[in-house]
């Protein structure tokens, strides 16, 4: 124990050059050249510096916490800005070599235009070395001032600064949706400048984001306090009309939103279905699905093959038709890769499951199978859905298939959870055999869940596929598999509403920052990363699941190990 | 709870054997289990008590032998076909549903009596709500009964050892056995605490009519409770009978403490 509560010097410099490891990572890697053109506050600060300082903060806020716990407030404001020296000399290190060696033959993005932004408007290397010094001390100081903030306030301002950030990157978004509509015009003159918010648009984000979050922690005025006094009936009551003015603003959404937006949400929409299917299997079963791709793929080739007046048209049924067929076939799906992994636990289910998701992609690539769908050119013509005269054509229409497919999903998700056999997946996640002995059959209770998952995904499918009009294979790579297991993740596992948050950070922040696309990857590797280590229950915590990673026990407990009384 | 007696015994063993590649845990073994009654198989660590009471419960499958619950055979079956037919059982290193709460954990002894299917739960049927209401009822009265009473929304894992004990008791009550096996239930326990569990099992047998077969370290709970006595050394039986008899057998003092003990307890008598 003795070891933990050390806090030294070397500590300090030891978190100050991880800071400044990650540092120069991600100036090397283009992040920070990448993200310099996006504003966030007009003229003062871009997304790149938020990158380039972002280690700094967080290593000098760990620094500043960890001493905290044992050392005095002054010796971990000290901390903090010494670790953010430390990380400081690094970057700085990092401009005098480049400055002095051409080091871009190995390092690409060691670009003029990253010195020129390392310079911070400095001529001289000398200059810019101080500016980079001053800057990181200080940032360095905020993330020690940031922990040392009581626990309330700080999260108020986390909330405040990534409203900022939030507006900032959706600038362009709402300049092309709300562009032509006449209210729009003085909104963005006050909040926005040419490029980035205005300081006047900085100031109002912030203080709703502060203002909101400390209404929301603060137990008086939180509504939910004020509804839990009231009346049942009245409860009843006011719970079925925020429900009705919740899917009013959502049948609304899209009208107001326009075209692009509605086409991002009903993105995060498909993942959100298919995120619910697996939050199933690996959240409440506890089997963890890595091929789970396979049954949307499945499910989106159902309706391309039955519905296609292209090429390799078949049945030309309506959507409406081949729907159910692709829900069918994906749920059998589901069935027949139960079948042999019931006996697989763990790491190898997971393996076996990645090989199901491999083979479903290789037989959709193969030549084998091109004649009926149609190989690497996929297959095309898919028409849209109809019903009647009404024909969901683009995404704001096509948003409502899947809003619907949303609403029905989530409600089958919400009743399972709590009944007969939600409570058997989730005994079988615990111990399998003690299920087992307490009655569940694993075989039927296992295969149901799978099947369950897997309908969902179908579903998930047909709607891609309807609104994408063509499929391809490479829209059914692993990598589907994994986003939709890192959004459950970092929602919260065995989380409902978890899934909805979890996908409209995954999915949907990276299509407002296109910049982004190349380090989505890193992003979620990082966000994994972080969240395991300071939120492991996700963002919105399944209840128990919260207080078993944050509840201490109710006594110490006694160690069940006991001498053994065996005489006679 | 009326019962319906089919054999003359609840359970017998006939000559069960269970054999572990060229190790033989539990061998020839043949007990018999009045209604009713509280039956402790003791012996020395290691001498294959758990791992019969595993082939009972169908965890593992016999390698020679019958067992009969109420005159049926039960060799073979799945484990929850065996809880359906009215077994069932605690562990000696409790199991219980960690992250579950201790309604939850109860709810879940109930599942093999319940009938909700999937459909039943999405529509969210009459019959489905009745069965949940129902279901719930009977889960806090057994909270109840074992002296959980408010801590129905604690987590499992965050009760106190004693309690954790009772509430692992509480779920297997919850599939409505005929029999109970409890696996060393005051393993841990202090004296008051192992006081308080003896009296508890007696009460089961009073209150619910049924009957507890128990593994056992404590020779004070043993002897207090127990109508018979079958002691175990190396899967072998070597003694039963009520408690005094086997209180006075020089097998079982051999078993437990060595051959001189035995000699000079014979000496002793002597």
Redesign the interface.
Known sequence: MDKELKFTWSDIIKYGAIGGVVAVYVILIGMVVAFNERYIIAETLTLGQIALFAPTFLLAYFAANNARKIKSLSFSIIASALAGLVTGVFVAALLVLASKVNIREVFLNVSPELLEILHFGKDSLTGATIMIMIFNLAVGLLGGLFALTPRRWSNAILMGASLVALMGIMQELMSITFGNKDWFKPVSEFIYAKKGLSWGGTALFMLLGILGSLWRSSASLHPGTKIAKMPRRQQQTIRIASFLLGLIILLWLPRFLGSYPSEILTTVGIYIIMGLGLNIVVGFAGLLDLGYVAFFAIGAYTVGILTTTGKLATMEWGFWMALPAAVFLATMAGVILGIPVLKMRGDYLAIVTLGFGEIIRILVLSDWLKPYIGGAQGILQIPKPSIGDYAFKGPQQIYYIVLIGILLVGYIAWRLRDARIGRAWKAMREDEDVAEAMGIHLVSTKLLAFATGAAFAGLSGAIFAAKLGSIFPHSFNLIVSINVLSLIIVGGIGSLPGVVVGALILVGLPELLREFADYRMLFYGALLVAMMLVKPEGFIPEKTHARELHQKPLEPEVAPEAPAKEAI | MAKKRNADYILETIHVTKQFGGLVAVKDLSIQVPYQSIYSVIG??GAGKTTFFNCI?G?YKVTEGDILLDGESIVGL???II??KGI??T?Q???L?????AL?NV???H??R?H???L???L?TPA?RH??AE?RKLAMELLEFVGLKGYEQ??A??????QQRRLEIA?ALA?EPKLLLLDEPT????PSETEEMTNFIDNLRKELGITVLLIE????VVMTISDYITVLDYGEKIAEGKPEDV?ANPR??EA??GRGAATQHKAKAA
């Open positions: 020395p660590n419960t965890f799945r484990p929850d809880v359906k069932s059982r562990y290193n409790i199991r549903f960690q992250n579950l709460t939850e709810m879940v002894g599942h093999p319940m909700a299917g999937w039943g739960a999405v969210n489905t069965e949940e279901t604690e987590l894992t965050n009760l106190p050892y004693g779920r599939s393993a841990g326990m202090n370290h404590d020779m004070r209180r079982v003092i437990y403490l």
